[in-house]
Nanobody, 114 residues
């Protein structure tokens, strides 16, 4: 099992930036996928961005060109620029194991408001 701890959420004005961090502990294989998801009350959790083998990335259409996912060692980052009120959500870090296992962090609140 992989443990994930997110940090970096907070309150930011529209147009501002935030960087989320997800520190992973446990065994991470090169073929595993790490990602960020978000959820608002009454809605399903949705994919924001993932990073997989060889650094391949995938983004939701709503964040393309504004968000960047990258990793360094066992920490995954989500750089969020040009934030909009509709980006307000609880952001969750995810680890999807190639050989099995699906782990979630506790979530971090991001609020975009003036």
């Amino acid at each position: 099992q992989v443990q994930l701890v997110e940090s970096g959420g907070g309150l930011v004005q529209p147009g501002g930036s935030l960087r989320l961090s997800c520190a992973a502990s446990g065994t991470i294989f090169r073929l595993d996928t790490m990602g960020w998801y978000r959820q608002t009350p009454g809605k399903r959790r949705e994919l924001v961005a993932t990073i997989g083998t060889g650094g391949s990335t995938k983004y939701a259409d709503s964040v393309k060109g504004r968000f960047t996912i990258y990793n360094a060692e066992k920490t995954v980052y989500l750089q969020m620029n040009s934030l909009k009120p509709e980006d307000t959500a609880v952001y969750y870090c995810n680890h999807a194991g190639y050989y099995g296992g699906n782990d979630w962090g506790q979530g971090t609140q991001v609020t975009v408001s003036s």
